[in-house]
């Protein structure tokens, strides 16, 4: 009865003379030397060699080629490229345990809504997780790994939000932040920078004060500029530009530089906060509350931090702020700001409705 293969191993070459060094053994007398005696680099090598091995030679035709090659291959070549390659892994990992063993034939309607369904995540999710499988499959497609790539199906783009909050509910929730524990105080801060500033949660949380840093951006107190994205690293499609200060803003960040701050956001001990979920939500339920004994009532529900950013940028729109300034203001595009939030500009549709009250007719000679 024939041995089982033992497939791909590490084996310790003893040389005469000189130190050690580790082998890589495979089936077919295949003998690859490391060129290293550590065993970790050793082991990173062969995984290497295992990964390059189940690698496709030339293109293949689609039912000759697993969905697991294909997300290999476009995280181990492309995602390392990119700004911020963790988002693909993310995706990755999520799209392996569905797809990994089934071959690219698979790709279809059918099978994309099976795993909508298993998956159980927003169809926002789904639409992101589907959109780096379309881009795997295209990038195996051009390097030549396959011959042609299909269609991947997603679910219809959610509809945009138009909640947004009102002054009155921002002051709600200021006065709420501030009655909250001592834990929770920090929430004060983060209203006022991410409302502000109509910055992105995780950028508002990693702000520092008059000291850049590769982990997050920066305030320049002195100046009065936000520098929103890290020193060194790459621009990605979430746009990072820096934007001047508000003064109403400013002077809270210059009284909080002055007391010792080093971030722009800090618990009561003075360390980075981590995140705002937990005591956003307290402040929500608070903010209803106290608004309840004064006898109005407050309807919050459903509200999460990124609704700050959407409320900076409606209430731009509607104070009359041009698409270019308040895009280049928020980290926005023109025509997404447009295209999301114009509705809500003075201006919008004026030309239409002039026209149909008469007073854009020429006037008769």
């Known amino acids: 009865m024939p041995r089982p293969a033992k497939g791909a191993r590490l084996y310790l070459q003893q040389r005469s003379g000189r130190a050690p060094v580790w082998l890589i053994k495979d089936e077919g007398d295949v003998r690859l030397s490391t060129g290293t005696g550590d065993r970790r680099e050793a082991e990173t090598a062969l995984s290497e060699y295992i990964a390059s091995r189940n690698r496709p030679s030339g293109p293949l035709a689609a039912e000759e080629m697993t969905i697991g090659q294909v997300l290999t291959i476009y995280g181990e070549d492309y995602a390392p490229t990119v700004a911020a390659p963790e988002r693909i892994g993310y995706a990755i990992e999520a799209l392996a345990r569905f797809w990994g063993d089934l071959t690219v034939s698979a790709v279809k309607g059918a099978t994309c809504r099976r795993y909508q ?15 780096v499988l379309q881009a795997a499959l ?75 840093g590769t982990d997050g951006g920066w305030i320049d107190t002195e100046r009065g500029v936000l520098y929103r994205q890290p020193e060194g690293k790459r621009q990605t499609k979430k746009r990072q530009p820096a934007a001047r200060m508000p003064k109403n803003i400013l002077g809270h960040v210059r009284r909080w530089k002055a007391n010792g701050a080093q971030f722009a956001i800090e618990d009561w001990r003075g360390n980075r906060v981590a995140d705002v979920q937990t005591s956003f939500a ?84």
């Open 138 to 212: 295209n990038y195996c497609a051009t390097e030549g790994h396959l011959l042609s790539a299909p269609k991947v199906w997603k679910p219809d783009p959610p509809a945009s939000k138009d909640r947004y909050l009102t002054r009155q509910e921002v002051a709600w929730m200021l006065r709420a932040s501030r009655r909250l524990s001592t834990k929770g105080r920090h929430l004060t801060k983060y209203i006022l920078i991410a409302l502000y500033t109509g910055t992105r949660k995780s950028a508002a949380l990693s702000l520092r004060l008059d000291q850049p």
């Open 282 to 365: 307290s402040c929500i339920r608070l903010a209803e509350q106290m608004a309840k004994e004064k006898g109005i009532e407050l309807d919050l529900a459903g509200i999460s931090p990124h609704v700050l950013r959407h409320t900076m940028a409606t209430w731009l729109m509607q104070s009359g702020a041009s698409f270019w300034d308040a895009g280049g203001y928020l980290g926005m595009s023109p025509e997404t700001l447009e295209r999301v939030y114009g509705h809500h500009h003075p201006d919008h549709q004026a030309g239409a409705v002039s026209a149909i009250e008469g007073r854009g007719r020429p006037k008769q000679s």
């Open 117 to 131: 369904a298993q998956r159980g995540v927003s169809d926002g999710t789904i639409r992101r997780e589907l959109g």
